[in-house]
């Protein structure tokens, strides 16, 4: 069965300073991988996706995600955080036809 | 605008009592998903349903029971017995199951508090 850990329960950042949340998946064969986005007390909301092609992905609000197949990692990156982006971040990864979602990272912004 | 109504948003039940959250989408979407959060750990998916008629359950479907006798409609009941019900439940569409079509659009939640 495939996992999804994401390490980081809670960051913290400076506006305007580049973020980069940790995710790493287990799964035997090409995963399909995933980050959603969630406001307090709101669904969640699909940031980008990796299917195939490019490792580097491009996705909503300035993020991007790299897909490293050697290191089962799809971190996630901004280079200069809005107070906006407070919020928090799932990884998740589709295998077997089921999808999985970590735990999640809680993003706090200082000004 | 498309997209998926939970409601209530909030929902106080005594010990004993069923109750049934909605989940509607005008997405056209075949797929829905019912999945629970607790803090720290993530999304658990209770039940899913890929078309009309057809249910399955997920990773913690124990006291818990659906229908989808409606493309767009798949309640959840919450039952009494399940031990620990107090969570905020989210309810998800994609288009089709499997694969690449399996990306979810998420309703707003219903947070369901066991007084």
């Known amino acids: 069965a495939q996992s999804v850990t994401q390490p980081d329960i ?3 950042v400076s506006e305007g300073a580049s973020l980069e949340l940790r995710c790493n998946y287990s799964y035997g064969a090409t995963p399909y991988l995933f980050w959603y ?4 007390g709101q ?3 699909l940031l980008l996706k990796y299917f195939s092609g490019d490792t580097l992905v491009q996705g909503i609000k300035g993020f991007e995600a790299e897909f490293k197949r050697s290191q089962s990692s799809f971190n996630l990156r901004k280079p200069s955080v809005h107070w906006s982006d407070a919020a928090e971040y799932f990884c998740a990864v589709l295998g077997n036809e ?3 979602f970590g735990t999640g990272t809680r993003l706090t912004i200082i000004p | 605008d498309g997209g998926i109504t939970q409601s209530p948003k909030y929902l106080f039940r005594k010990e004993g009592q069923n109750v049934t959250l909605s989940c509607e989408q005008n997405l056209n979407h075949d797929a829905m998903y019912w999945y629970r959060q607790d803090p720290g750990q993530g999304l658990r998916l209770i039940y ?3 078309i009309v008629n057809d249910f399955q359950k997920g990773d913690i479907a124990e006291g818990y029971s659906v229908s989808r006798e409606k493309k767009e409609s798949f309640p959840l009941t919450v039952t009494s017995a399940q ?3 107090t969570a905020f439940y989210l309810c998800a569409s994609s288009m089709a199951w499997g694969s690449g079509a399996n ?3 998420f309703g707003a939640g219903s947070r369901l508090t066991v007084l």
């Open chain 1, 10 to 12: 809670h960051i913290t």
């Open chain 1, 37 to 40: 986005v969630q406001s307090p």
């Open chain 1, 43 to 45: 669904g969640l909301q």
């Open chain 1, 98 to 100: 089921k999808l999985t």
């Open chain 2, 48 to 50: 899913y349903s890929q």
């Open chain 2, 83 to 85: 031990k620990n019900p």
């Open chain 2, 103 to 105: 990306v979810l659009t």
